[in-house]
């Protein structure tokens, strides 16, 4: 198991370029199932979640190949209808080729998910939605098996705007013949962005990034394309928090700042500089930052859960008391022991952190327990008096390439050891 070494004390200068969006490439991947020819994704991102997505798309039967950052897919010989345990427990997103399966084959057997360390991560919400647009489903022996001869345009209301959920039903559907609705769907970016995909491909999708899309299917299989995804804002989020908190100035190039209007809004309240433009923002903080009374966690555009841990160790080097409530998943605070073992005052009762803001930290050695997680140990380390080791970096390569290298241009201190 890999570790990062990190001497603290640096502040971060210089720029950096956001790449593309690890959770707009796992539904993009997936959605090649529907595509009766080649897809040339331009910007593709070898985060280690994305590969593993590739390399189930090979074992249902496409052929991927890499042209420098491009990576072309061909689902043409698509044979196979099944996403194994084994699978699904090495990429929880696999279950979000099972809308694109179901508008391929008509037939899909897909292993539960299972849960992670942030939650038990169950998929009622997918399963009600596909029932609702006809697809017959039974759950045994650990596996659902979906049978889409009935499958039919309908008008599907999503009981929470699920991410995954409005990802697998746009998939399914917009193949099929018939107008499907779905209304209170995810409104993240990552939606708008596989709308704007899959209509490349000849889909007639619309209305992504509102509560309610439209899918007018097309009834048949989709044609070739060449994309280019959007740039990932949980890693523009994370090196934005990581400047503030270091007290550095950085420009992050290709960062959509309409993506981050929620985090720059609370950096802002905290006291840190920020300048917008149109494919870049600048973040620079020049003293200790203030508290921000209470962030709470809730679907986009509110402030988003994937920067929540990040975001918990600004508030606990800034001068005040502050609130973090947790509102979309149910164990997301597990960094907070690991936070405190370096010196932050945090207390956490009904998925609520109560945080009295600390001068400094101190190194120590501590261990990721999921990806955000460790990406937040990461930026405690960098402020930390002394040196940090931060254990299990599997989990943070899930989606961020190479971290230590990014953060090492912007002048850190910090080191892989293998
Ligand atoms: C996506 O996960 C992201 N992953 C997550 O990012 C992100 O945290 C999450 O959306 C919320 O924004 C990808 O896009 C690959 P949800 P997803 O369905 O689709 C509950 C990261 O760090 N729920 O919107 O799985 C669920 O338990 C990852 O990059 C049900 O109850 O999230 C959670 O509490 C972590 N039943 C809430 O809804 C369901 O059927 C939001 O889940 C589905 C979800």
Known sequence: MSKLYIIGGNKLNGEITIPSAKNTLLPILASCILVDGEVKINNFTNYRDCIIMTNILS?????????????????????????????????????????????????????YPGGCNIGA???????KALRDLGVSIIERHGYIYCN?????????????????ATENIMMASCVINGTTIISNCAKEPEI??????????????SGAGTDTITIVGVGHLLHSTEYTCISDRIIAGTYAIATACTGGSVKLKDAN???????????????????????????SA????????HISTMPYPCFPTDLQSQILV???????NSVISENIFESRFKVVPELKKMGAVILVKNNVAYISGVECLYGA???????????????AGLVANGYTTVNNVEYIDRGYLKIEEDLSKLGADIKRID
């Open 59 to 111: 074992s249902l039967g496409a052929k991927i190949k890499y042209e420098g950052s491009a990576v072309i897919i061909d689902c043409r010989n698509i044979n196979e209808w099944t996403i194994t345990t084994e699978l699904a427990k090495e990429l929880r997103s696999s279950f979000f080729t099972l809308g694109a399966v179901l508008g391929r084959i008509g037939l899909a057997k897909v292993a």
């Open 121 to 127: 991560r169950p998929v009622n919400i997918h399963l």
């Open 192 to 205: 708008e962005d596989l709308q704007n995909f899959l209509n490349s491909c000849g889909a007639n999708i």
């Open 286 to 293: 020049d003293k200790r930052l203030v508290s921000v009374p």
């Open 148 to 164: 889409a001869d009935g499958i039919k345009a309908n008008t599907i209301h999503l009981d929470f705007p699920s991410v995954g």
């Open 365 to 379: 050695e501590v261990y990721a327990t999921d990806l955000r997680a460790g990406a937040s140990l990461v930026i």
């Open 257 to 283: 700042s309409q993506h981050l209007i929620a985090l720059t809004n609370v950096l802002k309240n905290a006291g840190v500089n920020i300048v917008e433009n149109k494919k870049s923002l600048h973040i």
């Open 314 to 320: 600004m508030q606990a080097i800034s001068n005040g």
